[in-house]
Protein backbone atom coordinates (compact mmCIF):
# COMPACT_ATOMS: atom_id res chain seq x y z
CA UNK A 1 0.00 0.00 0.00
CA UNK A 2 1.28 3.41 -1.17
CA UNK A 3 -0.64 6.50 0.18
CA UNK A 4 1.91 8.70 -1.87
CA UNK A 5 1.06 7.91 -5.76
CA UNK A 6 0.27 9.08 -8.84
CA UNK A 7 -3.43 7.64 -8.05
CA UNK A 8 -3.66 9.90 -4.96
CA UNK A 9 -3.65 12.60 -6.80
CA UNK A 10 -5.74 11.84 -9.69
CA UNK A 11 -8.45 11.23 -6.89
CA UNK A 12 -7.40 14.84 -5.98
CA UNK A 13 -8.10 16.22 -9.45
CA UNK A 14 -11.62 13.74 -9.71
CA UNK A 15 -12.95 15.62 -6.45
CA UNK A 16 -11.86 18.94 -7.07
CA UNK A 17 -13.83 19.11 -10.79
CA UNK A 18 -16.85 17.39 -8.88
CA UNK A 19 -16.26 20.19 -6.18
CA UNK A 20 -16.36 22.84 -8.63
CA UNK A 21 -19.34 20.97 -10.40
CA UNK A 22 -21.17 20.86 -7.51
CA UNK A 23 -20.57 24.61 -7.03
CA UNK A 24 -21.77 25.80 -10.27
CA UNK A 25 -24.42 23.51 -10.57
CA UNK A 26 -25.47 24.66 -7.25
CA UNK A 27 -26.17 28.34 -9.60
CA UNK A 28 -28.71 26.28 -12.24
CA UNK A 29 -26.11 27.74 -14.56
CA UNK A 30 -27.91 26.97 -18.15
CA UNK A 31 -24.74 26.59 -19.52
CA UNK A 32 -23.73 24.38 -17.18
CA UNK A 33 -26.97 21.95 -16.96
CA UNK A 34 -26.82 21.79 -20.51
CA UNK A 35 -23.48 20.52 -20.80
CA UNK A 36 -23.90 18.27 -17.94
CA UNK A 37 -27.45 16.67 -19.34
CA UNK A 38 -25.66 15.76 -22.89
CA UNK A 39 -23.57 12.97 -20.70
CA UNK A 40 -24.73 9.79 -21.61
CA UNK A 41 -26.40 7.78 -18.71
CA UNK A 42 -26.57 4.17 -19.31
CA UNK A 43 -29.39 1.87 -17.74
CA UNK A 44 -27.37 -0.51 -15.93
CA UNK A 45 -29.07 -0.54 -12.12
CA UNK A 46 -30.42 -4.18 -12.80
CA UNK A 47 -26.27 -4.77 -13.43
CA UNK A 48 -24.81 -3.10 -10.49
CA UNK A 49 -25.08 -4.55 -7.39
CA UNK A 50 -25.96 -2.57 -3.84
CA UNK A 51 -23.59 -1.98 -1.66
CA UNK A 52 -24.06 -4.93 1.18
CA UNK A 53 -23.88 -4.41 4.76
CA UNK A 54 -20.21 -4.01 6.53
CA UNK A 55 -18.88 -7.11 7.25
CA UNK A 56 -18.36 -7.96 11.81
CA UNK A 57 -15.14 -7.92 12.97
CA UNK A 58 -13.23 -9.01 15.70
CA UNK A 59 -13.05 -5.58 16.95
CA UNK A 60 -17.05 -5.32 17.40
CA UNK A 61 -17.69 -8.46 18.69
CA UNK A 62 -14.40 -8.28 21.80
CA UNK A 63 -15.06 -6.05 24.67
CA UNK A 64 -12.78 -3.69 25.53
CA UNK A 65 -10.62 -4.39 28.79
CA UNK A 66 -9.51 -0.75 29.00
CA UNK A 67 -12.66 0.47 28.17
CA UNK A 68 -14.51 -1.83 30.67
CA UNK A 69 -12.26 -1.00 33.73
CA UNK A 70 -12.59 2.80 33.73
CA UNK A 71 -16.83 1.95 33.21
CA UNK A 72 -16.91 -0.46 35.72
CA UNK A 73 -13.59 -0.72 38.02
CA UNK A 74 -15.06 -3.43 40.61
CA UNK A 75 -16.17 -5.84 37.72
CA UNK A 76 -12.73 -5.35 35.61
CA UNK A 77 -11.50 -6.99 39.14
CA UNK A 78 -13.42 -9.74 40.25
CA UNK A 79 -12.23 -13.03 38.76
CA UNK A 80 -9.70 -14.88 37.31
CA UNK A 81 -11.02 -14.16 33.66
CA UNK A 82 -10.54 -18.43 33.27
CA UNK A 83 -13.78 -18.56 32.11
CA UNK A 84 -17.47 -16.95 30.95
CA UNK A 85 -21.25 -18.02 30.20
CA UNK A 86 -20.94 -20.24 32.70
CA UNK A 87 -24.90 -20.34 32.72
CA UNK A 88 -24.96 -21.13 29.17
CA UNK A 89 -24.74 -25.02 29.70
CA UNK A 90 -25.98 -25.43 26.34
CA UNK A 91 -26.56 -29.25 27.27
CA UNK A 92 -29.05 -30.36 24.34
CA UNK A 93 -26.98 -28.18 22.02
CA UNK A 94 -26.51 -30.09 18.35
CA UNK A 95 -23.42 -29.03 16.34
CA UNK A 96 -24.67 -25.87 13.86
CA UNK A 97 -27.81 -25.20 15.64
CA UNK A 98 -28.87 -21.97 15.71
CA UNK A 99 -30.24 -20.18 18.84
CA UNK A 100 -30.59 -16.22 20.63
CA UNK A 101 -27.78 -15.62 22.31
CA UNK A 102 -28.43 -14.66 26.25
CA UNK A 103 -26.46 -12.43 28.37
CA UNK A 104 -24.09 -14.30 30.52
CA UNK A 105 -22.23 -11.46 32.23
CA UNK A 106 -21.72 -7.51 31.63
CA UNK A 107 -19.29 -5.11 31.54
CA UNK A 108 -19.30 -0.98 31.77
CA UNK A 109 -21.97 -0.34 28.78
CA UNK A 110 -21.15 -3.74 27.25
CA UNK A 111 -22.51 -7.10 27.74
CA UNK A 112 -21.60 -10.53 26.93
CA UNK A 113 -23.58 -12.34 25.28
CA UNK A 114 -25.33 -9.75 23.14
CA UNK A 115 -26.25 -10.19 19.67
CA UNK A 116 -23.61 -8.24 17.16
CA UNK A 117 -25.49 -7.59 13.68
CA UNK A 118 -23.76 -6.49 10.64
CA UNK A 119 -23.30 -2.71 9.83
CA UNK A 120 -24.77 -0.55 7.14
CA UNK A 121 -23.07 -0.03 3.87
CA UNK A 122 -19.91 2.49 4.75
CA UNK A 123 -19.27 2.81 1.29
CA UNK A 124 -19.64 2.47 -2.39
CA UNK A 125 -17.30 1.11 -5.54
CA UNK A 126 -17.05 3.09 -8.52
CA UNK A 127 -15.74 1.15 -11.65
CA UNK A 128 -13.75 3.77 -13.58
CA UNK A 129 -12.47 2.82 -17.23
CA UNK A 130 -10.70 4.26 -20.40
CA UNK A 131 -11.20 3.03 -23.57
CA UNK A 132 -8.93 3.29 -26.59
CA UNK A 133 -11.65 4.03 -29.50
CA UNK A 134 -9.40 5.63 -32.24
CA UNK A 135 -13.28 7.27 -33.33
CA UNK A 136 -12.60 10.77 -34.59
CA UNK A 137 -8.74 9.74 -35.83
CA UNK A 138 -7.22 10.19 -39.40
CA UNK A 139 -7.65 6.73 -40.92
CA UNK A 140 -3.48 7.24 -41.43
CA UNK A 141 -2.62 8.53 -37.76
CA UNK A 142 -0.41 6.71 -36.28
CA UNK A 143 -2.26 6.15 -32.80
CA UNK A 144 -5.31 4.39 -34.85
CA UNK A 145 -2.27 1.58 -35.10
CA UNK A 146 -3.85 -1.81 -34.40
CA UNK A 147 -6.97 -0.40 -33.58
CA UNK A 148 -10.58 -0.57 -35.76
CA UNK A 149 -13.34 1.94 -35.53
CA UNK A 150 -15.27 -0.86 -33.83
CA UNK A 151 -12.30 -1.64 -31.14
CA UNK A 152 -13.59 -0.55 -27.32
CA UNK A 153 -10.88 -2.35 -25.51
CA UNK A 154 -11.13 -1.00 -21.38
CA UNK A 155 -7.53 0.18 -21.44
CA UNK A 156 -7.37 1.89 -18.17
CA UNK A 157 -10.02 0.35 -15.32
CA UNK A 158 -9.69 1.37 -11.54
CA UNK A 159 -11.91 0.51 -8.40
CA UNK A 160 -12.45 3.42 -6.34
CA UNK A 161 -14.08 2.94 -2.90
CA UNK A 162 -15.80 6.53 -1.57
CA UNK A 163 -16.65 5.71 2.14
CA UNK A 164 -19.01 7.74 4.35
CA UNK A 165 -16.26 8.62 6.57
CA UNK A 166 -15.01 10.75 3.71
CA UNK A 167 -11.87 9.00 3.17
CA UNK A 168 -11.34 6.81 -0.14
CA UNK A 169 -9.10 3.60 -1.60
CA UNK A 170 -7.94 2.72 -5.16
CA UNK A 171 -7.00 0.05 -6.87
CA UNK A 172 -5.97 -0.51 -10.82
CA UNK A 173 -7.04 -3.51 -12.56
CA UNK A 174 -4.10 -4.44 -14.95
CA UNK A 175 -5.78 -4.94 -18.04
CA UNK A 176 -4.26 -7.83 -19.48
CA UNK A 177 -5.40 -9.66 -16.04
CA UNK A 178 -6.49 -13.62 -17.03
CA UNK A 179 -10.00 -13.86 -16.51
CA UNK A 180 -13.01 -15.67 -17.33
CA UNK A 181 -15.17 -13.81 -19.40
CA UNK A 182 -18.16 -13.41 -18.00
CA UNK A 183 -21.55 -14.88 -20.44
CA UNK A 184 -19.35 -16.54 -22.43
CA UNK A 185 -18.98 -20.57 -22.80
CA UNK A 186 -16.09 -22.23 -24.69
CA UNK A 187 -16.31 -26.51 -26.13
CA UNK A 188 -16.08 -27.44 -22.90
CA UNK A 189 -18.91 -25.62 -21.10
CA UNK A 190 -16.66 -23.26 -19.05
CA UNK A 191 -16.60 -19.44 -19.53
CA UNK A 192 -14.28 -18.54 -22.12
CA UNK A 193 -10.33 -17.08 -20.32
CA UNK A 194 -8.96 -14.31 -22.26
CA UNK A 195 -7.43 -10.76 -21.11
CA UNK A 196 -9.62 -9.16 -18.41
CA UNK A 197 -10.21 -5.78 -20.40
CA UNK A 198 -11.62 -7.77 -23.73
CA UNK A 199 -15.04 -8.53 -22.12
CA UNK A 200 -15.27 -4.07 -23.09
CA UNK A 201 -15.04 -5.48 -26.73
CA UNK A 202 -17.66 -8.36 -27.09
CA UNK A 203 -21.19 -6.26 -27.37
CA UNK A 204 -22.39 -3.42 -29.77
CA UNK A 205 -23.57 -0.92 -27.39
CA UNK A 206 -22.01 0.67 -24.36
CA UNK A 207 -24.26 -0.59 -21.90
CA UNK A 208 -24.10 -3.86 -23.28
CA UNK A 209 -19.98 -3.84 -23.13
CA UNK A 210 -19.96 -2.51 -19.53
CA UNK A 211 -22.57 -4.59 -18.42
CA UNK A 212 -20.49 -7.70 -19.10
CA UNK A 213 -17.25 -5.79 -17.79
CA UNK A 214 -19.20 -5.12 -15.00
CA UNK A 215 -20.11 -8.74 -14.48
CA UNK A 216 -16.57 -10.26 -15.48
CA UNK A 217 -14.70 -7.80 -12.61
CA UNK A 218 -17.38 -8.93 -9.84
CA UNK A 219 -17.15 -12.84 -10.59
CA UNK A 220 -13.80 -12.89 -10.73
CA UNK A 221 -12.41 -10.29 -7.89
CA UNK A 222 -15.02 -11.09 -5.36
CA UNK A 223 -16.38 -7.50 -5.16
CA UNK A 224 -18.89 -5.84 -5.76
CA UNK A 225 -19.54 -2.37 -7.65
CA UNK A 226 -22.28 0.05 -7.64
CA UNK A 227 -21.96 2.60 -10.24
CA UNK A 228 -19.66 2.64 -13.37
CA UNK A 229 -17.73 5.37 -15.61
CA UNK A 230 -16.47 5.31 -18.61
CA UNK A 231 -14.50 7.95 -20.94
CA UNK A 232 -12.61 7.49 -24.33
CA UNK A 233 -8.69 8.41 -24.73
CA UNK A 234 -9.89 11.25 -26.98
CA UNK A 235 -11.09 12.94 -23.23
CA UNK A 236 -7.35 12.55 -22.17
CA UNK A 237 -5.94 14.11 -25.60
CA UNK A 238 -8.29 17.25 -24.76
CA UNK A 239 -7.84 17.20 -21.16
CA UNK A 240 -4.20 17.70 -21.33
CA UNK A 241 -4.49 20.67 -24.03
CA UNK A 242 -7.16 22.12 -21.91
CA UNK A 243 -4.60 22.65 -19.23
CA UNK A 244 -1.63 23.59 -21.91
CA UNK A 245 0.19 20.62 -22.00
CA UNK A 246 1.99 18.62 -19.46
CA UNK A 247 6.04 18.92 -19.15
CA UNK A 248 7.85 15.42 -19.06
CA UNK A 249 12.14 14.80 -18.99
CA UNK A 250 13.51 12.25 -20.71
CA UNK A 251 17.12 11.15 -20.07
CA UNK A 252 17.66 9.89 -23.78
CA UNK A 253 15.76 10.26 -26.82
CA UNK A 254 13.02 7.71 -27.33
CA UNK A 255 10.77 6.52 -30.28
CA UNK A 256 7.72 4.60 -30.77
CA UNK A 257 7.99 4.65 -34.93
CA UNK A 258 5.45 3.84 -37.07
CA UNK A 259 4.98 0.65 -38.69
CA UNK A 260 6.71 1.47 -41.93
CA UNK A 261 9.92 2.73 -39.90
CA UNK A 262 9.48 -0.03 -37.26
CA UNK A 263 11.62 -2.90 -36.83
CA UNK A 264 9.21 -5.44 -37.33
CA UNK A 265 6.21 -3.88 -39.36
CA UNK A 266 3.74 -6.50 -38.33
CA UNK A 267 4.38 -4.53 -34.64
CA UNK A 268 1.68 -1.57 -33.70
CA UNK A 269 3.04 1.34 -32.84
CA UNK A 270 2.34 4.71 -31.47
CA UNK A 271 4.60 7.26 -33.46
CA UNK A 272 5.79 9.02 -30.22
CA UNK A 273 9.36 10.74 -30.93
CA UNK A 274 11.12 12.97 -28.46
CA UNK A 275 14.61 14.18 -27.67
CA UNK A 276 16.45 14.23 -24.45
CA UNK A 277 15.99 16.86 -21.80
CA UNK A 278 12.22 18.68 -20.76
CA UNK A 279 9.47 18.73 -23.17
CA UNK A 280 5.76 20.34 -22.94
CA UNK A 281 3.92 17.47 -24.47
CA UNK A 282 0.23 18.53 -25.81
CA UNK A 283 -2.74 15.69 -25.78
CA UNK A 284 -1.68 14.08 -29.15
CA UNK A 285 1.87 13.56 -27.99
CA UNK A 286 1.20 12.58 -24.09
CA UNK A 287 -1.59 9.58 -25.63
CA UNK A 288 1.40 8.52 -28.13
CA UNK A 289 3.57 8.10 -25.20
CA UNK A 290 1.05 6.67 -22.62
CA UNK A 291 -0.26 4.22 -25.59
CA UNK A 292 3.49 3.03 -26.51
CA UNK A 293 4.27 -0.68 -26.69
CA UNK A 294 7.49 -0.52 -28.40
CA UNK A 295 9.65 2.47 -26.98
CA UNK A 296 13.75 1.93 -28.44
CA UNK A 297 15.76 4.93 -26.70
CA UNK A 298 19.36 6.29 -28.77
CA UNK A 299 22.63 5.44 -26.97
CA UNK A 300 25.37 7.82 -27.27
CA UNK A 301 26.86 6.50 -30.48
CA UNK A 302 23.79 6.70 -32.16
CA UNK A 303 22.12 3.93 -32.39
CA UNK A 304 19.13 2.59 -31.33
CA UNK A 305 17.38 -0.39 -28.82
CA UNK A 306 14.71 -1.90 -26.66
CA UNK A 307 13.73 0.77 -24.13
CA UNK A 308 12.67 -1.27 -21.51
CA UNK A 309 10.47 -4.37 -21.03
CA UNK A 310 7.77 -4.91 -24.25
CA UNK A 311 5.02 -5.91 -22.04
CA UNK A 312 1.90 -4.36 -20.89
CA UNK A 313 3.78 -4.52 -17.40
CA UNK A 314 6.04 -1.94 -18.71
CA UNK A 315 3.65 0.30 -20.38
CA UNK A 316 1.45 0.06 -17.50
CA UNK A 317 4.56 2.11 -15.60
CA UNK A 318 4.93 4.19 -18.16
CA UNK A 319 1.64 5.80 -17.76
CA UNK A 320 2.10 5.43 -14.29
CA UNK A 321 4.98 8.18 -14.29
CA UNK A 322 3.01 10.14 -17.08
CA UNK A 323 -0.15 10.22 -14.86
CA UNK A 324 1.75 11.25 -11.43
CA UNK A 325 3.81 14.33 -13.54
CA UNK A 326 0.70 14.96 -15.27
CA UNK A 327 -1.74 14.82 -11.77
CA UNK A 328 0.67 17.49 -9.93
CA UNK A 329 0.68 19.65 -12.77
CA UNK A 330 -3.53 19.14 -14.01
CA UNK A 331 -4.79 20.06 -10.28
CA UNK A 332 -3.56 23.69 -9.68
CA UNK A 333 -5.09 24.06 -13.24
CA UNK A 334 -8.25 23.14 -12.66
CA UNK A 335 -8.05 25.07 -9.57
CA UNK A 336 -7.05 27.93 -10.77
CA UNK A 337 -9.01 28.92 -13.52
CA UNK A 338 -12.95 28.66 -13.53
CA UNK A 339 -12.45 28.61 -17.63
CA UNK A 340 -10.84 25.26 -17.45
CA UNK A 341 -13.66 23.80 -15.68
CA UNK A 342 -15.82 25.18 -18.76
CA UNK A 343 -13.47 22.86 -21.18
CA UNK A 344 -13.62 19.95 -18.32
CA UNK A 345 -17.54 20.28 -18.59
CA UNK A 346 -17.42 20.25 -22.55
CA UNK A 347 -14.65 17.28 -22.50
CA UNK A 348 -17.07 15.54 -20.44
CA UNK A 349 -20.36 15.98 -22.38
CA UNK A 350 -18.17 14.72 -25.26
CA UNK A 351 -16.03 11.88 -24.07
CA UNK A 352 -17.84 10.71 -20.66
CA UNK A 353 -20.27 8.02 -20.13
CA UNK A 354 -22.17 6.77 -16.60
CA UNK A 355 -24.60 4.29 -14.79
CA UNK A 356 -27.98 5.71 -14.25
CA UNK A 357 -27.15 4.74 -10.57
CA UNK A 358 -24.77 8.01 -10.60
CA UNK A 359 -26.45 11.63 -10.58
CA UNK A 360 -23.79 14.11 -12.03
CA UNK A 361 -25.47 16.59 -10.44
CA UNK A 362 -26.65 15.76 -7.36
CA UNK A 363 -23.69 13.03 -6.49
CA UNK A 364 -21.44 15.81 -7.57
CA UNK A 365 -22.67 18.20 -4.87
CA UNK A 366 -22.88 14.99 -2.36
CA UNK A 367 -19.42 13.77 -3.09
CA UNK A 368 -18.40 17.64 -3.27
CA UNK A 369 -19.11 18.22 0.39
CA UNK A 370 -17.96 14.65 1.74
CA UNK A 371 -14.59 15.31 0.29
CA UNK A 372 -14.33 19.08 0.29
CA UNK A 373 -11.58 18.97 3.40
CA UNK A 374 -10.03 15.06 1.92
CA UNK A 375 -5.95 15.35 2.72
CA UNK A 376 -5.06 12.85 0.32
CA UNK A 377 -1.55 12.06 2.03
CA UNK A 378 -4.01 10.99 4.63
CA UNK A 379 -7.32 9.97 3.73
CA UNK A 380 -6.55 8.30 0.55
CA UNK A 381 -5.10 4.77 0.41
CA UNK A 382 -3.49 3.40 -3.01
CA UNK A 383 -3.66 -0.52 -3.48
CA UNK A 384 -2.14 -2.80 -6.22
CA UNK A 385 -2.47 -6.06 -7.14
CA UNK A 386 0.57 -8.30 -7.83
CA UNK A 387 0.51 -10.55 -10.50
CA UNK A 388 2.97 -12.74 -12.81
CA UNK A 389 3.00 -13.04 -16.27
CA UNK A 390 1.48 -16.35 -17.60
CA UNK A 391 2.67 -16.92 -21.00
CA UNK A 392 1.50 -19.97 -23.86
CA UNK A 393 1.99 -20.18 -27.38
CA UNK A 394 -1.02 -17.97 -28.29
CA UNK A 395 -0.66 -14.84 -26.06
CA UNK A 396 0.38 -13.73 -23.18
CA UNK A 397 -1.82 -12.63 -20.43
CA UNK A 398 -1.23 -12.09 -16.44
CA UNK A 399 -2.32 -13.92 -13.71
CA UNK A 400 -2.81 -13.03 -10.20
CA UNK A 401 0.34 -13.97 -8.41
CA UNK A 402 -0.23 -17.81 -6.32
CA UNK A 403 2.71 -16.55 -4.17
CA UNK A 404 0.97 -13.17 -3.24
CA UNK A 405 -2.78 -14.86 -2.91
CA UNK A 406 -2.98 -13.07 1.36
CA UNK A 407 -1.72 -10.03 -0.09
CA UNK A 408 -4.08 -9.94 -2.86
CA UNK A 409 -7.17 -10.74 -0.76
CA UNK A 410 -6.05 -7.86 1.72
CA UNK A 411 -6.07 -5.67 -1.30
CA UNK A 412 -9.54 -6.98 -2.37
CA UNK A 413 -10.97 -6.89 1.31
CA UNK A 414 -10.53 -3.21 1.25
CA UNK A 415 -13.15 -3.00 -1.38
CA UNK A 416 -15.05 -5.63 0.65
CA UNK A 417 -15.59 -3.07 3.63
CA UNK A 418 -12.93 -4.52 5.71
CA UNK A 419 -9.92 -2.70 7.00
CA UNK A 420 -6.02 -4.06 6.11
CA UNK A 421 -5.37 -4.35 9.62
CA UNK A 422 -9.08 -5.76 10.56
CA UNK A 423 -9.24 -9.21 11.76
CA UNK A 424 -12.40 -11.53 10.23
CA UNK A 425 -12.65 -15.01 9.64
CA UNK A 426 -10.81 -15.21 6.73
CA UNK A 427 -7.38 -13.88 8.69
CA UNK A 428 -8.24 -15.92 11.81
CA UNK A 429 -5.90 -20.31 11.61
CA UNK A 430 -8.20 -22.44 13.98
CA UNK A 431 -6.45 -25.49 14.77
CA UNK A 432 -9.16 -27.89 15.81
CA UNK A 433 -8.36 -31.15 18.08
CA UNK A 434 -10.64 -33.06 20.65
CA UNK A 435 -13.51 -34.72 19.97
CA UNK A 436 -15.67 -33.93 16.77
CA UNK A 437 -12.30 -32.03 15.33
CA UNK A 438 -13.23 -32.49 12.24
CA UNK A 439 -16.95 -31.96 11.46
CA UNK A 440 -16.14 -28.54 13.99
CA UNK A 441 -13.38 -27.91 11.56
CA UNK A 442 -15.51 -28.34 8.48
CA UNK A 443 -18.31 -25.98 10.05
CA UNK A 444 -15.89 -23.30 10.97
CA UNK A 445 -14.45 -23.13 7.80
CA UNK A 446 -18.09 -22.90 6.18
CA UNK A 447 -18.17 -19.44 8.30
CA UNK A 448 -14.87 -18.41 6.52
CA UNK A 449 -12.51 -19.83 9.35
CA UNK A 450 -9.21 -21.19 7.63
CA UNK A 451 -9.97 -24.37 10.02
CA UNK A 452 -7.89 -27.54 9.99
CA UNK A 453 -8.38 -30.80 11.89
CA UNK A 454 -5.24 -31.54 14.16
CA UNK A 455 -4.61 -34.25 16.46
CA UNK A 456 -6.24 -35.92 19.39
CA UNK A 457 -4.31 -33.17 21.62
CA UNK A 458 -3.05 -29.75 21.18
CA UNK A 459 0.28 -29.04 20.21
CA UNK A 460 2.56 -28.82 23.09
CA UNK A 461 -0.18 -29.79 25.98
CA UNK A 462 0.65 -32.73 28.08
CA UNK A 463 -2.60 -33.25 29.82
CA UNK A 464 -6.03 -32.60 27.99
CA UNK A 465 -8.23 -30.67 29.08
CA UNK A 466 -11.79 -32.13 30.32
CA UNK A 467 -13.70 -29.24 28.60
CA UNK A 468 -13.79 -27.28 25.82
CA UNK A 469 -10.66 -24.64 25.35
CA UNK A 470 -9.09 -21.71 23.31
CA UNK A 471 -5.51 -21.57 23.43
CA UNK A 472 -4.21 -18.29 22.47
CA UNK A 473 -1.16 -16.26 22.31
CA UNK A 474 -0.73 -12.66 24.48
CA UNK A 475 -1.51 -10.76 21.15
CA UNK A 476 -4.30 -13.01 20.24
CA UNK A 477 -7.41 -11.73 21.73
CA UNK A 478 -8.92 -10.35 18.86
CA UNK A 479 -8.58 -13.42 17.23
CA UNK A 480 -10.13 -15.89 19.74
CA UNK A 481 -12.61 -13.50 20.09
CA UNK A 482 -14.12 -13.20 16.72
CA UNK A 483 -14.02 -17.28 17.21
CA UNK A 484 -15.68 -17.65 20.21
CA UNK A 485 -18.50 -15.09 19.05
CA UNK A 486 -19.52 -18.20 17.36
CA UNK A 487 -19.75 -20.57 19.82
CA UNK A 488 -21.80 -21.34 22.74
CA UNK A 489 -21.32 -22.36 25.82
CA UNK A 490 -18.98 -20.34 25.63
CA UNK A 491 -15.77 -22.05 26.23
CA UNK A 492 -12.38 -21.36 28.75
CA UNK A 493 -9.41 -19.84 27.40
CA UNK A 494 -5.68 -20.81 27.98
CA UNK A 495 -2.20 -19.49 27.08
CA UNK A 496 -0.38 -20.52 24.23
CA UNK A 497 3.59 -18.65 23.74
CA UNK A 498 4.07 -20.52 20.63
CA UNK A 499 0.72 -18.97 18.48
CA UNK A 500 0.75 -15.93 16.56
CA UNK A 501 -1.71 -13.01 16.87
CA UNK A 502 -3.62 -14.49 14.11
CA UNK A 503 -3.72 -18.26 14.82
CA UNK A 504 -5.45 -19.89 17.86
CA UNK A 505 -5.98 -23.84 19.14
CA UNK A 506 -9.90 -25.13 19.84
CA UNK A 507 -9.85 -28.32 21.79
CA UNK A 508 -13.51 -29.59 22.03
CA UNK A 509 -14.33 -31.57 25.50
CA UNK A 510 -17.42 -33.85 26.15
CA UNK A 511 -19.86 -31.32 26.45
CA UNK A 512 -21.89 -30.21 23.20
CA UNK A 513 -20.74 -27.15 21.46
CA UNK A 514 -23.27 -25.00 19.19
CA UNK A 515 -21.60 -23.22 16.54
CA UNK A 516 -24.01 -20.30 15.11
CA UNK A 517 -23.39 -17.89 11.63
CA UNK A 518 -24.47 -15.03 14.06
CA UNK A 519 -22.30 -12.90 16.08
CA UNK A 520 -22.35 -12.32 20.12
CA UNK A 521 -20.15 -10.14 22.18
CA UNK A 522 -17.17 -11.58 23.95
CA UNK A 523 -14.71 -10.92 26.92
CA UNK A 524 -11.78 -11.99 26.42
CA UNK A 525 -9.06 -12.26 29.91
CA UNK A 526 -5.81 -10.16 28.71
CA UNK A 527 -2.49 -12.06 28.61
CA UNK A 528 -1.56 -12.04 32.06
CA UNK A 529 -5.21 -13.48 33.20
CA UNK A 530 -4.54 -16.30 31.10
CA UNK A 531 -3.21 -19.53 32.12
CA UNK A 532 -0.55 -21.12 30.33
Same mark, same amino acid.
Given at each position: MNHRSWRTRLILISLAVLTLIGAVATGAS???? /?? *?????????????????????? !? &????????RTAAANPDSANAGDGASIGDDASGDDAVLGEQDEFSSSSSAGNLTAGEPVLPGGPDGENYLLVGTDSPLGLAADDPLRAGHSDQNRLADVMMVIRLRDDGTAAMMSIPRDLAAEIAGTSDIAGTGVIAKINSAYNRDRTTAARAARLIDTVEENLDITLQHFVEADFQAFLRLVDAVGGVEMTFDRPLRDQ??????????????? =??GAGTHLLDGRQALAYVRSRHLEEQLPDGTWRQHGAWNDLARTD?????????????????? &?? $?????????? &????????????? %?????? *??????? /????? +?????? *??? %?????? =??????? +????????????? =???????????????? =??????????? &??? *?????????? !???? $??????????? %?VYLAPQGRLAAGLLVSHLLPVPDFAGHAELDATTVILHIGDEPLRIDPGYRRVDVPPADQLAP
Amino acid at each position: MNHRSWRTRLILISLAVLTLIGAVATGASAFVL /LQ *LGRIERHELADVLTSAPQQPVT !A &ADVLIDQSRTAAANPDSANAGDGASIGDDASGDDAVLGEQDEFSSSSSAGNLTAGEPVLPGGPDGENYLLVGTDSPLGLAADDPLRAGHSDQNRLADVMMVIRLRDDGTAAMMSIPRDLAAEIAGTSDIAGTGVIAKINSAYNRDRTTAARAARLIDTVEENLDITLQHFVEADFQAFLRLVDAVGGVEMTFDRPLRDQPKENATDPTESRSGF =VTGAGTHLLDGRQALAYVRSRHLEEQLPDGTWRQHGAWNDLARTDRQRGFMRTAAAQVAPALL &AN $PINLLAVLDI &AADHLSTSDTLSI %VNDGRR *LADKFAG /LDVDV +DVEDYE *LRV %VDVHDP =VRWSLGL +DPLRAEHNQRVLD =VFRGIGWDDIVESRVR =VQVTGTARHQV &AAR *LSELGFDAQA !AGPM $PEGISHAPEGT %VVYLAPQGRLAAGLLVSHLLPVPDFAGHAELDATTVILHIGDEPLRIDPGYRRVDVPPADQLAP
